[in-house]
């Protein structure tokens, strides 16, 4: 009896030795799929990851166009706000001196018509009054 239970730890043995390097052979070939995969994916990421690097680069490019733009409009929008301003400023003294002008032309008509006013009168009270 004890030949037969050695003979059946014989044949377990054997068994269980065919299966475990069944299962190294197994886990070899599995390793190496798994190299060729990494190496796969290794190559074909490479000029993902070099497109991504210049895409990035080129949106911060064109964000700091962007910037410069939006400065440049901020500057032209103050230089339209300072014209509009210098432009009210000269109408309202274009205004101020057409009205003052306007006063002395007034005056001016007023004291000229007075001088004829008493120049004729001057000029008809000698000739009607012989001074």
């Given amino acids: 009896m004890n030949q037969i239970v050695l003979i059946l730890i014989g044949?377990?043995?054997?068994?269980?030795?065919v299966y475990v390097v069944s299962l190294i052979i197994e886990l070899k070939k599995t390793i190496?799929?798994?190299n060729e995969l990494l190496r796969t994916v290794e190559v074909s990421i490479k000029p993902t990851i070099e497109e991504l690097?210049?895409?990035l680069r080129?949106?911060?490019n064109v964000s700091n166009d962007i910037n410069g733009v939006t400065t440049d409009i901020k500057t032209l929008s103050g230089s339209v706000k300072d014209?509009?301003?210098n432009i009210r400023r000269v109408s309202t003294m274009i205004e101020k001196?057409?009205?003052?002008t306007a006063i002395h032309a007034s005056g001016l008509?007023?004291?000229i018509k007075t001088g004829f006013v008493i120049l004729l009168q001057n000029l008809f009270s000698?000739?009607?009054g012989r001074k």
């Avoid at 044949?11 to 030795?17: E, P, R, V």
């Avoid at 001196?97 to 003052?100: P, T």
């Fill in 83 to 85: 014209v509009g301003l």
């Fill in 109 to 111: 008509k007023a004291g």
């Fill in 58 to 60: 080129s949106v911060r």
């Fill in 97 to 100: 001196v057409s009205l003052a």
């Fill in 126 to 128: 000698r000739i009607g």
């Fill in 11 to 17: 044949i377990a043995f054997l068994i269980t030795a």
């Fill in 32 to 34: 190496r799929n798994l």
């Fill in 53 to 55: 690097q210049l895409t």
